[in-house]
Every structure is written in structure tokens, then in C-alpha cells.
């Protein structure tokens, strides 16, 4: 008995590891070439960059205690330069969950475009893809990218789907030659600039100047089409500007365009159809941030194993 789960970020991975507790496989589909979704990193030339989340701090009991396992493993540390109980992957967000992939059957650059059931079992579909049959299926992939494919089967899932937005970000990675001295270590909220971090001061980093900036949404907004090309140069203009920072030029300079960036519209409620066995889980379900993605992920295994192993003690978590 395997559930298949679109969508390898935290809260599939969540979902996966309760599941795997409680004696229950399952399959993950990433449309991504590696670990990462909103968690992704980019490493070049000994220099890394944290371009989607920045850092998490726990605000539950039983999240704390998942946190703290992943510190006895070494897989996160306190970023002492951050935001007050900030922490952070090492030596990259990226990498912590590449390491929670490492214990799960995923397949990358697998893009799901369909799903489909028999009655018996679920199936998926896309390029190059299909595979099946599966005792249940979870979506845990953006609203927006959710809505489409469980249309079909359960229109009230769909309609909560279509209720949540996610705003989109520009974000640049910046790497210089040389400090920027006068400059915080983060900087938030401050015009066209959202937030702004120099990632090198992240425990587990490299010695290069690194600078990760993320546009406001309404920047993002006004400037969605262009090309990266062209917005890397613009938005390391707008937080020159912000700051009064004279930039050297830099040695590195890429921009990343995420049009699923933070989700807000979040109603809080489970999304499970145990008659089914479909089910959508993700921080747009909960709250924006990865205690959000990972108690959905949680909640849904949850229901998950109610359906599938009704009256089971659950492994505690």
C-alpha cells in the first residue's frame, strides 16, 4: 500500500515521514531537477545564496521537538546575525531538504499534469510520466498549482484551492568581491525591498559577500514579465537606493523569479476526502512559513492513516 504525493517540499516531506512512522510508503513527484522548492539554494563558486525561505523559527510544542531533532542531526543552526530565534539549514535551506529526501522514494523532474482514479487506485500522468496505482493521493504543491488537478474529482477541494493566492517575488542573489561595510546583516520591509540578507553571515557559509534581495509585491507586481536579465541590475539599483549603499560591481549577479512566492488566504481547514482518498495539504492551507507547511503535511498524514488504518496508535511526532 504506497500514497503517491505531488510535491516535494516541507509539507509533502511532513506528510511522508508521518506516514512512513505509522508503516505507510509512499512515492513523492517533484517537478523540480533537486531538493529545494521554496526552501532552494544556490551554490556557485563557494558561494551560496538562500534565494526562497530565509529562516524558520519553531512557534509549537511538537514543531519545536521536530527542530530540535533536526539540530541533533545537525541538519539546522541558529543564525546568530538574524532575526531574534532565527535558524537556518546547513550549510544551505536547500540542504536540509535534500537530507529529508534521502529517506523517501522521490522522483525529480517529474511534472504531474493529471490524476486520475479507477475506483480502486489513483494514477498520475504528465511528460514522460505515469505511474500508479496508489492507495490515496496527496497534493501538496501550491494553491494555484493544486486547484487544476483536483478539479475533477472533488469541486469543493478545487473551490478552496481557488480561495487561497500566493503573491509572487523577484529575488536577486548578489555576490561581490569585497564587504559592504555600513550595511546590517538583514535588512526588511524597507520600500522596494522587502528584505534583503548577506547570507555569508549564516553559520556554515562560505567567506565571499553574498547578498540575497527579495522585491516587495508590489515591485514583483509592476515588474512581473520582465525578463531576469533585466531585473537583476534594476532591483541591485532599488536596494542601493534603499540602503545609500555605493555598490562595487558585482561578481556574480543572477535574479529568480518565484510567481508563487507567499501564500495568504490560508482558512486553516483540512483538505481530505477520505471516501476518495484525495487530500491537498501545503502552507497556503495553514500559514506562510515552514511550521506552516509542515503541520499541514502532518495533519493530512493524520487523516491519511485514519482512512487507511482506522483505530492504529500513531507514532508520536
Not at 506528510?15 to 539554494?41: N, Q, T, Y
Not at 542531526?73 to 534521502?102: E, N, S
Given at each position: ?6 510535491g ?29 522548492g ?28 521536530q ?5 541533533d542531526?545537525?541538519?539546522?543552526a ?5 532575526p ?15 537530507a529529508?529526501?534521502q529517506?523517501?522514494d ?12 479507477d475506483?480502486?487506485?489513483?494514477y ?8 500508479g ?18 478539479s ?5 477541494m ?5 480561495a ?27 520600500g ?36 531576469r ?14 540602503t ?15 510567481r ?43 487523516q ?14
Amino acid at each position: 500500500m504506497k500514497i503517491g504525493i505531488v510535491g516535494a517540499g516541507i509539507a509533502g516531506l511532513a506528510c511522508a515521514a508521518r506516514l512512513k512512522e505509522s508503516g505507510i510508503d509512499s512515492v513523492l513527484f517533484d517537478k523540480g531537477r533537486r531538493p529545494g522548492g521554496r526552501l532552494s539554494s544556490l551554490s556557485v563558486d563557494g558561494r551560496d545564496w538562500d534565494f526562497g525561505a530565509q529562516y524558520f523559527k519553531p512557534f509549537s510544542a511538537d514543531f519545536a521537538e521536530q527542530v530540535a531533532r533536526w539540530q541533533d542531526a545537525r541538519l539546522v543552526a541558529p543564525w546568530p546575525h538574524g532575526p531574534d530565534g532565527a535558524l537556518v539549514g546547513m550549510p544551505t535551506m536547500g540542504a536540509l531538504v535534500a537530507a529529508l529526501c534521502q529517506v523517501h522514494d522521490v522522483r525529480f523532474s517529474a511534472q504531474v499534469q493529471r490524476i486520475e482514479s479507477d475506483g480502486l487506485g489513483w494514477y498520475l500522468s504528465g511528460p514522460g510520466l505515469c505511474d500508479g496505482p496508489f492507495a490515496g493521493m496527496v497534493i501538496a504543491v501550491p494553491a494555484e498549482q493544486a486547484a487544476p488537478l483536483v478539479s475533477l474529482h472533488d469541486l469543493d477541494m478545487a473551490r478552496e484551492a481557488a480561495a487561497a493566492k500566493s503573491r509572487p517575488c523577484w529575488t536577486v542573489m548578489a555576490g561581490f568581491d569585497e564587504p559592504l561595510a555600513g550595511l546590517p546583516h538583514y535588512i526588511r520591509d524597507s520600500g522596494a525591498i522587502a528584505w534583503a540578507s548577506r547570507d555569508n553571515s549564516k553559520p556554515g557559509r562560505g567567506p565571499h559577500e553574498c547578498w540575497v534581495i527579495q522585491a516587495s509585491a508590489e515591485w514583483t507586481q509592476a515588474h512581473l514579465e520582465q525578463d531576469r536579465e533585466a531585473i537583476a541590475p534594476q532591483l541591485l539599483a532599488a536596494f542601493a537606493a534603499e540602503t545609500g549603499a555605493t555598490l562595487p560591481e558585482p561578481a556574480f549577479l543572477k535574479a529568480h523569479r518565484w510567481r508563487f512566492g507567499l501564500s495568504y488566504g490560508q482558512r486553516g481547514r483540512t483538505l481530505w476526502n477520505p471516501r476518495l482518498r484525495l487530500g491537498t495539504c501545503g502552507d497556503w492551507i495553514t500559514a506562510p512559513m515552514i511550521e506552516g507547511a509542515w503541520r499541514s503535511g502532518v495533519d493530512m498524514a493524520d487523516q491519511v492513516i485514519d482512512t487507511l488504518a482506522p483505530g492504529e496508535t500513531r507514532a508520536a511526532g
